[in-house]
């Protein structure tokens, strides 16, 4: 049912967005053109700087939004005519995790009330419901007793992080969905989180969407990366390949800014950033030409096809 | 020479749930210098106190925050005042002039419906005149093309800019009139990368051209790395380690430091990093003793019962570990 076990495929998909007050009134490509797979057992990174489009890519795979265009296949089905069962199916495989975990849970409800839900939801563990739970909340690091009768505001957002992710484990998913699901954790707790997506890959071939701007931990625990930019996908490859060698001039300023914990390499060069991000989403051609030190005449007038160099796609007309 | 010192800094929250009385204890005696012209660092895992610290620096204590015990100092024109018997007519003057505050969230705080440069004189406050507010404007024009900043960001309503661009302009006007001290809590975390790097680069010029102090707030110890020349590290309520920066990443010596820099991913490594074990305290109800001893791989007995005392074990090198020093904080 698969082709070359690819379990999640992404095709052209397109998403406009028509922004506006009674002044004004701007369509934003949110989405370009965006085609990647994933295979099963393979965690898959999307970067790139906020507003470039990640959250809508995820929101659409998960029909939160319509595609303006483009086709999204899910283990050979196509999700954009699904049955109704196909469809309880397709819930019950992919499962999201957000990036906000104070936002997912209501500070007035029992947070093991959410995992319980899941259960009533999907009609899993009619006879034993507790001890689902406790397997679930094991594997995150946690256990039943720790949670029980406890409102979010009792808890870190480490752990609250590690509750959704517990929840999410319940259905036993193919696909996991995490945009960002570390950005408000800090540093000492995020790596018990990225090791959790790391442990569900290995030991049981969970797929992984990835969804950070944090390129450590992508460099960390993925496969594959892909980077976005103003809605584009510039380049996209071996993670190890992609921040290593970086080819598509936004991936190389991109690379060249993560701060490293190492106070031996500090940062020499200064790069420049955009003041009116508008002004780039309506760029003609390259959306990066106004930032790029390579910038040529032709860059402005076209769009930018795709060129294949070492195994990775990049969208940069130095690669013709 | 300090320009910036506390001691023995005590700040608690009370409050009054349903009439019963919850103490968290955020501030837990907190003495450090800062000295002129360095770039002094705070890290620490998210509610160990960071925020409430440099807020009390600030001298800003209002309720449910209170002051329980310690002092804090600024050197102004060679001599040490406390800030907590200066009137509060002396207090004002002394921010935006002699020290200036950028708030953890500040990226949100402009108005959404006015341009920016209207905020900046709501900000500033006090009724300027019309000359005053040209010359004024005049400068800001300059300063701003001094630190590279496109001066029509100032005309621009704040959506009509990215979030690392907002965070840079209101960086550069909290500095515009050249505070001796700038404290900037959180300035990049909700940036990605890129746009962390512009104002992180904008502190360093800024920082550059006029020489000011800095205390930065932020758990990214990318960050601290990139441009801290100290680091105090944060652990509830109080400061366990203070080192040279470099000193912090090759030789860290608190054992809550070691996991915050063994745990940290780089690229072009993929070798398995653990967390810090356990979870953070809470500072309602802390640990007794050394308030890391639930998560410590080398607790002893007296760590349970005595709290050690934050002192120095090599050159500029503090550390609160009964490893190290086997005094105790009375
Ligand atoms: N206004 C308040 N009222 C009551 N408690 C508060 C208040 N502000 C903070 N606290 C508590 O004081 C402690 C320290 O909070 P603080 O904001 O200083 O932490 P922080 O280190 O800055 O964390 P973060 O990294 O998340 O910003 C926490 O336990 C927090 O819940
Ligand atoms: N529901 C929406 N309505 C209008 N515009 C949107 C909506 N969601 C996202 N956008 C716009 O689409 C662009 C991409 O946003 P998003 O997918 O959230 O990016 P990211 O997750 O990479 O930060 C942004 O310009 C954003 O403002
Ligand atoms: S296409 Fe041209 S402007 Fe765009 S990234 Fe490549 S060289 Fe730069
Ligand atoms: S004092 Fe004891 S418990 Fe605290 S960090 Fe040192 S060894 Fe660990
Ligand atoms: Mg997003
Ligand atoms: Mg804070």
Redesign the interface.
Known sequence: MTDNNYILKVENLTKIFTLGNIFSRIKIVAVNNVSFEIREGEVFTLAGESGSGKTTVARIILGFHEPTSGKIIYKGKDLTNLNKEDRNFFRREVQAIFQNPFESFNPLRKVSSYLYETLENFNIARDNKDEVVEKALRSVGLSREEVIDKYPTEFSGGQLQRISIARALITKPSLLIADEPVSMIDASLRMSIVNLFKELKEKSNVSVIYITHDLATAYYISDKIAIMFRGEIVESGEVEKVLMEPKHPYTMVLSESIPEPDPKRRWKKQISLSAFEEEEFLLKGCKFAKRCSFVMEECKKQEIPYFEINGRKVKCLLYK | MPILKSENLKSFYILDIYGKKHVIQAVNGVSLEVEESEIYGIAG???CGKSTLVRVLYGMIEPPLSLIDGNVFYKRNGEFISIFTLPEEELRKLRWEFISYIPQGSMNILNPVIKIIDSFWDFIGAHISKDEKEKMEHSLFEFFKML?L?S??LY?YPH??????RQ?VIVALATFLNPKIIIADEPTTA????????V??LLKSIQSFLNNTIILVT?????H???SDRIGIMYAGNIIEEAK??EI?EDPLHPYTQ???K????????S?????PG??PSLANPPSGCKFHPRCNYAMEECKLYVPKFVEVKPKHKVACFLYSKEVDS
């Not at chain 2, 940036?191 to 512009?198: E, K, P």
């Not at chain 2, 758990?219 to 960050?223: A, E, K, L, S």
């Open positions: 895992e998210s509610g590279g496109p029509k960001t621009a009509q800019l990215s979030g690392g661009m840079r940036l990605d990368v890129v746009a962390q790097r512009g992180i680069q758990h990214d110890m990318g960050v790395a990139t441009i920066t470099e990443y996991y915050l820099i745990s940290l991913p780089k690229i072009g490594d993929k398995y990093k653990v967390s810090v979870t953070p």
